[in-house]
């Protein structure tokens, strides 16, 4: 049977990173807004041997994902067993990241795109994969210990906000499944780290490969 991972935020960083790696050993749904990065992974994955579904929309458009989660299930349920999920893993790294800025300057805009797609998305993406994973999946969602750090209010907020929302489903599903996993990874060199930090050396940070077979190792 075909094991599948849904990864949203899929197209660059360590969503990125996470989809190559699970490549050939899932078929990939990879979820982003930038068809570019998607199509440079499905070059990547297919030149490991693997295949991937690309699925280029926002994760705050609720019918669009409303409409992926229906065709995931309808596509491969029926080679389902009972009490095993459609997916084996959902890994969500798709994140806005605004310039950091003090809170008393935050631009309401930026705060708007923060909590749409950092928070409020939570709200039908859980609900919507939830079923997709059954008792057996798993769930992967990325903190970042920025919160109440100066000039981080907008993003670290609205991260706090998903991170909040993850742990509680964590602890809801501890015995029945599926289970959900709140994960640090290392500072990287991302684009997401680059706005925060123009100018840094980033040959002291971790790269995005690195990181995705670190955590998935620790997983395993």
């Not at 599948?4 to 490549?23: H, N, Q, V």
């Not at 039908?124 to 769930?139: I, W």
Request: proline letters at 6%.
């Amino acid at each position: 049977m075909t094991k599948l991972a849904l990864i949203t935020g899929a197209s660059r960083g360590l969503g990125f990173a996470l989809a190559e790696a699970l490549a050939p050993d899932f078929h990939i749904i990879a979820v982003a807004r930038t068809v570019g990065g998607l199509e440079e992974l499905d070059d990547r994955i297919k030149a490991k041997g693997g295949q991937a579904t690309l699925a280029p929309m926002d994760v705050t458009d609720r019918d669009a994902m409303a409409h992926l989660c229906r065709s995931i299930h309808d596509r491969w349920s029926p080679e389902t067993p009972e009490g095993e999920g459609t997916l084996a893993l959902w890994a969500h790294t798709a994140v806005h990241a605004s310039a950091l800025t003090p809170a008393v300057h935050i631009d309401p805009k930026e705060w708007q795109k923060s909590l749409a797609t950092n928070a409020d998305a939570m709200g039908h993406l859980v609900p919507f994969v939830a079923p997709l994973l059954g008792e057996t999946g798993q769930a992967l969602f990325f903190d970042d210990p920025v919160k109440g750090q100066k000039f981080y209010g907008l993003y670290g907020t609205t991260k706090a906000a998903q991170i909040a929302l993850a742990r509680s489903w964590a602890a809801e599903s501890e015995r029945t499944g599926p289970r959900v996993h709140v994960l640090e990874p290392r500072p990287m060199a991302t684009a997401v780290r680059a706005r925060f930090h123009p100018g840094e050396n980033r040959d002291a940070l971790a790269t995005p490969e690195a990181e995705a077979a670190r955590l998935l190792a620790a997983l395993a």
